[in-house]
């Protein structure tokens, strides 16, 4: 059961044309993040215009430091698709970047998610999801 | 212009609550839209609007003008606005500015679904592009803002569970709720986690039906003999434009300038309220709600709940007929038919001497904010 289970897939991304360089630099061990050179403004997710200035003619592809901090996390007791029925429970969290943009992401490497802090520092931890490498996030080891 | 009490709620109506098998939305619609006419002593063909929310669970093409062959009217303006849950109170105020501004005389405006009986894949699909993190469906979506919520301002399970617990009482009085099963501290505390930190009694119904207001001026109530009109005295909206990753802050939203708005046009502040019908799609909303509206200061919603209380003899009398927890998932229509009742002195769990009522809705994930504030018929 457990291994039919494992064998749906996960939904994974659509590339296109606009995101394509962001799932490849991941390949490459980079988390990268769109940044305007006409008004400075840093964001995610991927936009053909800068929601600040609107140029679309300006921005380009920036290389994420991997500091980042955990806004809020979340931890799904529920599968609302049948890939994600062998992982339940698991964690999905708001992710700030240090550069500024925010997205969706797991933090993993944690044994209890209920002990998670708002604003506690996190940093990248690529993982590989059928040939995907996936943006997550793990706590900084403060001790 | 002066629209405070300009426009009226004239009739209301709805469909039994919980599941229809077998029955369209549209159906449900023309069901609710025949209620609220009968409600009102108008004749359908009077009719010159009709203002739809389109069903939640299943996005429909022209869907207002389905509603409208199905009840034989050709209005003269109508549709479906997309506010998500926002819609109904977004389009009774679109409804009363069409009025005054001469575009139609008399409104309905309705909304059904039929989520539990029929198609609900529409309520489960993931929110954006983040489906390979497991980000999927609406309540993950609340539940972050719930998490960040307590970490902010130490906001409990407790006092989102009071939330749960107030509207569940309420509904044991309403005889159209479809959940009447009154909710101890306790069985809050065991409920199933579904998305921590949200449990399933924090989660909303799932609820087929129908629910409709009809909208006319205050003078066309009074030429028809309308017996309880119902003024509209003020009306706002705000859009969180950001996805909630994406928002700069997860515990405040526009709901704040959809108040401000409302309580504007009315000539009224939060302490003038007696009975508020807050969307609670999830407990942490209307948690939310009262601090954006201003009923207390930012992070001081869940001891509002706690302390000043939500109950019929609390501070502030909240969802008395049971709201999307208890009385019907359905997205708000049945909140300002609440609100109608209260004003008219007919709700089955009635706060006594309510003069004014505030409703809310809200739709996405804080996305979309309505608001809407009705007094005692004149």
Known sequence: MTDVVAAIPLPLPVRD??????????????????????????????????????????????????????????????????????????????????????????????????????????????????????????????? | MSARGSAVIAGIGH????????????SLNVEAIRNALADAGVEKEAVDGLFVKFPTSQFDFIYAHKVAEAIGIQPRIGGVWDQAGAGNIGMIAFAAMAIEAGQCEIAIVSFADNPKTGERAGLQKAMGPDEIFGWLGPVGGYAMIARRHMGEFGTTADQLGAVAINARANALENPHAQLRKPLTLEAYRDSKPVVAPLRRDDCCLVSDGGAAVVVMSAARAKALGVPAPVPILGFGQGQTAWNVELRPSLTSTMAAASARTAFDMAGLRPRDIDVAQFYDCFTIVPIVTLEDYGFCEPGGGGAFVTHKGIGIDGALPMNTSGGLLAESGMPGMQLVIEGVRQMRGTAARQVRDARTCIISNQGGIMHTHSTLIVGQPQ
């Open chain 1, 17 to 143: 044309a606009l995101n394509a360089p962001y799932w490849d630099a991941l390949l490459e061990g980079r988390h990268t993040f769109q940044r305007c050179g006409a008004c400075g403004n840093a964001w995610l997710p991927p936009r053909n215009e800068c929601p600040r200035c609107l140029r679309a003619d300006s921005w380009s592809w920036e290389t994420a430091s991997g500091r980042a901090r955990l806004i809020s996390w979340v931890v799904f007791h529920t599968a609302f698709h049948p890939a994600f029925k062998g992982r339940v429970p698991y964690t999905v969290a708001i992710v700030e970047l240090a550069e500024g943009p925010r997205l969706i992401s797991n933090v993993v490497g944690i044994d209890d998610p209920e002990a998670l802090r708002i604003d506690q520092p996190l940093e990248l931890a690529i993982e590989s999801e059928d040939g995907v490498a996936v943006p997550r996030y793990r706590p900084v080891d403060e001790r």
């Open chain 2, 15 to 26: 469909t039994a609550y919980g599941a229809h098998p077998g029955r369209s939305s549209v």
